[in-house]
């Protein structure tokens, strides 16, 4: 059927060559298309970090009160220094005699897992059972969505 369309040999190899370069160009098309699109699809589902928010609440031992904040201001002061951190403090519950508050908001779960590895805080969690007066109260939240922030009341 060829050697009818063409007068010889040479121009059905021609023939044939154009057709395996034109063939490769749309394979070589299709390959780079669905390698891109994956790639892209694995940008798109990878995983995003979200801020997280840590409130810790505990009553501590009154007679363990001033070493315990002597050791958590201590902690304070290098924890704010650390990268990853948006905020951490520290607070005294003025309701509740000896109820403290840990209030800590982080970019990542890597930065607070940094966080509790560090030897300051470590030193903390060791003597932490020393200082507490019953069952701690401690929440991770993660931060998907802020809808709004109220405006500043100072000038």
């Avoid at 190899?13 to 098309?29: G, N, P, R, T, W």
């Avoid at 995983?47 to 031992?61: E, G, N, Q, T």
């Amino acid at each position: 059927m060829l050697s009818q369309i063409f007068s010889n040999s040479e121009e059905i190899v021609k023939f044939l060559v154009e057709i395996f370069f034109i063939v490769f160009i749309i394979f070589s098309a299709i390959v780079i298309y669905i390698v891109t699109g994956k790639q892209q699809a694995k940008t798109t589902l990878k995983k995003i970090d979200v801020p997280l928010v840590v409130a810790a609440r505990f009553k501590i031992k009154p007679d363990k009160r001033e070493e315990f904040i002597e050791l958590s201001r201590s902690v304070l002061e290098q924890t704010i220094a650390e990268a990853g951190v948006i905020s951490y403090s520290f607070y005294e519950d003025l309701n509740l005699q000896n109820h403290f508050i840990f209030f800590e908001e982080w970019q990542s779960r890597e930065a607070l897992e940094f966080h509790l590895n560090t030897p300051y805080l470590e030193r903390l969690m060791q003597k932490f059972p020393e200082f507490i007066n019953g069952e701690p109260n401690i929440r991770v939240y993660e931060i998907n969505k802020v809808d709004y922030e109220l405006p500043s009341t100072t000038n």
